[in-house]
């Protein structure tokens, strides 16, 4: 069985070490998969007339394409003429919960994510999308630098 590796990617330098990272682990852990998950962080809950929930899904999809197209395609391209076995997906959720659920449904090994250097009054209050994960995923999670 092959081992799987989920990365998540943040459109950034610390998402584009996450994957350095995991193409390295994949191949010394003898070809395994890696999914790479950029999530958009979206919240379903709203309380919005009908007209106002129709232009969020319509913004939402745009989301969803544009990170496709930025982000996620280009990674998977890249990694693909490396000769990494590959997979993408842009999802719409909570970072932290929608890359462990992400790892539960995919039967992953674990999670190789980047860490940010966001500061704040936000992030010291209710922590980071990276600290989360690590507390409380199902799956190990490498953290790179």
């Known amino acids: 069985m092959t081992a799987k590796l989920i990365v998540g990617l943040d459109g950034g330098g610390s998402g584009g070490r996450a994957v350095e990272y995991a193409k390295k682990l994949a191949k010394l852990m003898g070809g395994a998969e890696l999914i790479v998950v950029y999530v958009i962080e979206w919240s379903p809950f709203s309380f919005q007339t009908p007209e106002e929930n129709a232009e969020r899904h319509k913004r939402r999809e745009l989301e969803i394409e544009a990170a496709e197209t930025r982000v996620v395609s280009p990674a998977v391209k890249a990694l693909k003429a490396d000769g990494v ?61």
């Not at 992953?108 to 250097?117: E, F, K």
């Not at 936000?122 to 790179?144: D, E, K, Q």
Request: glycine fraction near 8%; aromatic fraction near 2%; charged fraction near 20%.
């Open 85 to 145: 076995k590959v997979r993408g997906m842009v999802k719409h959720g909570h970072v932290a919960e929608t890359l462990d659920r992400i790892a539960t449904e995919e039967k992953a090994d674990q999670i190789v994510v980047g860490r940010t250097s966001e500061a704040g009054i936000a992030n010291r209050i209710f922590g980071s999308s990276t600290a989360n994960l690590v507390m409380h995923a199902s799956v190990p999670v490498t953290v790179v630098a």
